[in-house]
């Protein structure tokens, strides 16, 4: 409930301050699956890659290391940096650097609290519905060639 109520005021604030933000979505794989969360506020039934904002000061690669130990359990993965995006995110602009990681072990601990369920996908047979960002950046991440382009989001 606490986030729920939380996203709603950081949305309402967004919509009047227009403030600009910085986060790190993670594409996290097992073979030639991917995991996608769907969280337990915001845009509920939309499955999402997992991730969130930077704090003060924290590096890319320090956030998705933590908002993977807080949202699905993860510890001592390595991260490479993929992309970076702008996305409007609850109506404020958000810079995204997407990284990718490759589990050994497929195992999840997701948090109750901020994750309603986690699960790992076949890339080539993703549900719906998708977050706007989620093809684009999974095909980053298995299609090397791709690596190092600014993301086209939406595609």
Do not use: N
Not at 46 to 65: C, D, F, K, Y
């Amino acid at each position: 409930m606490g986030y729920r109520v939380a996203y709603r005021l950081l949305a309402a604030y967004a919509i009047v301050r227009r403030p600009r933000g910085r986060g790190v979505k993670c594409v996290i794989a097992h073979g030639d699956s991917v995991v996608l969360v769907r969280h337990t506020y915001g845009p509920r039934r939309v499955w999402q890659l997992p991730g969130g904002g930077l704090h003060r000061g924290e590096s890319t690669l320090a956030a998705a290391q933590r908002e993977m130990r807080e949202e699905l359990g993860l510890r001592e993965v390595e991260y490479h940096p993929l992309a970076e995006v702008e996305l409007r995110l609850a109506h404020r602009l958000v810079t995204i650097t997407c990284v990718h990681a490759e589990l050994a072990d497929p195992e999840l601990d997701p948090d109750p609290v901020e994750i309603a369920e986690a699960r790992f996908f076949p890339r080539d047979a993703l549900p719906a519905p998708l977050g706007e960002e989620v093809r684009s950046l999974v095909r980053l991440a298995f299609e090397p060639s791709a690596t190092g382009q600014r993301a086209a989001v939406g595609e």
